[in-house]
């Protein structure tokens, strides 16, 4: 039972693209005993499969329930939507204090809230992973599409996603000297690093040659709704 309940938000996500019914998965993730689910995100891996499919879930149940939610954002992203573990969790919650440790999205990611919840700090990541931000959507027409993410898969996984959505949004103009990036490395740059660390981040993955120090340019973001923007294929989860 502990490790069954890692998979639950993989299944809700799934269920909710598939528009089949969600309540029992709701009452296994409120239920469970938070002894149990420490026991279960036992690691980093499975805490990152676990929060980015809860968030991508949480986000399209979310929006296909009540639309105009979407246009008063701040109020979408702080408000509860979702009950862990006994826990009424936001996802603002899931993102910025358990995916992204408390690192404050009003700062660029440089720094960590003095006031953190209890809850979401003892299930937070142990590091922070910049490729999170190419791997949860939170309903806007420039966020990266939704998969399904599985613990003993995410660090490929990860890739994939990180490596697909640069393909898309990154452009480098050799003779300008400049690399147009997505907004979220500038929004979250503490989480990307140094100037230096974000271009060997876009070197690994091939979208500027190695050696090179082009001047960093960002994209703007479009925040029209985008609802169930899944990817083409589906990473089954076990149910």
Same mark, same amino acid.
């Given at each position: 039972?502990?490790?069954?309940?890692?998979?639950?938000?993989?299944?809700?996500?799934?269920?909710?693209?598939?528009?089949?019914?969600?309540?029992?998965?709701?009452?296994?993730?409120?239920?469970?005993?938070?002894?149990?689910?420490?026991?279960?995100?036992?690691?980093?891996?499975?805490?990152?499969?676990?929060?980015?499919?809860? +968030?991508?879930? !949480?986000?399209?149940?979310?929006?296909?329930?009540?639309?105009?939610?979407?246009?008063?954002?701040?109020?979408?992203?702080?408000?509860?939507?979702?009950?862990?573990?006994?826990?009424?969790?936001?996802?603002?919650?899931?993102?910025?204090?358990?995916?992204?440790?408390?690192?404050?999205?009003?700062?660029?990611? +440089?720094?960590?809230?003095?006031?953190?919840?209890?809850?979401?700090?003892?299930?937070?990541?142990?590091?922070?992973?910049?490729?999170?931000?190419?791997?949860?959507?939170?309903?806007?027409?420039?966020?990266?599409?939704?998969?399904? +993410?599985?613990?003993?898969?995410?660090?490929?996984?990860?890739?994939?996603?990180?490596?697909?959505?640069?393909?898309?949004?990154?452009?480098?103009?050799?003779?300008?000297?400049? !690399?147009?990036?997505?907004? !979220?490395?500038?929004?979250?740059?503490?989480?990307?690093?140094?100037?230096?660390?974000?271009?060997?981040?876009?070197?690994?993955?091939?979208?500027?040659?190695?050696? !090179?120090?082009?001047?960093?340019?960002?994209?703007?973001?479009?925040?029209?709704?985008?609802?169930?923007?899944?990817?083409?294929?589906?990473?089954?989860?076990?149910?």
């Amino acid at each position: 039972m502990t490790a069954d309940i890692a998979s639950v938000p993989a299944q809700f996500l799934l269920a909710v693209r598939r528009d089949e019914p969600v309540a029992s998965l709701l009452e296994r993730l409120a239920a469970v005993d938070p002894d149990d689910l420490s026991a279960a995100l036992n690691s980093d891996d499975a805490r990152l499969a676990f929060w980015i499919n809860l +968030y991508n879930g !949480v986000t399209q149940w979310a929006l296909d329930a009540d639309p105009e939610r979407y246009e008063n954002r701040r109020t979408f992203f702080s408000t509860p939507l979702v009950t862990v573990a006994g826990s009424d969790l936001s996802l603002d919650d899931i993102e910025h204090r358990i995916l992204r440790r408390s690192y404050s999205k009003y700062a660029l990611g +440089y720094l960590r809230s003095p006031l953190r919840d209890r809850f979401c700090e003892r299930y937070e990541l142990d590091a922070r992973d910049p490729r999170i931000h190419f791997a949860v959507n939170c309903g806007a027409e420039s966020c990266p599409a939704i998969a399904a +993410y599985t613990a003993d898969r995410i660090d490929e996984q990860l890739d994939w996603a990180t490596e697909g959505y640069l393909a898309q949004t990154v452009e480098y103009d050799p003779d300008a000297g400049v !690399v147009r990036v997505p907004r !979220v490395m500038l929004w979250f740059r503490g989480d990307f690093g140094r100037k230096r660390d974000i271009l060997a981040f876009l070197e690994r993955y091939e979208q500027i040659p190695p050696g !090179v120090t082009p001047r960093l340019s960002y994209r703007d973001w479009n925040w029209s709704m985008h609802r169930e923007q899944y990817a083409d294929s589906e990473i089954a989860a076990e149910k």
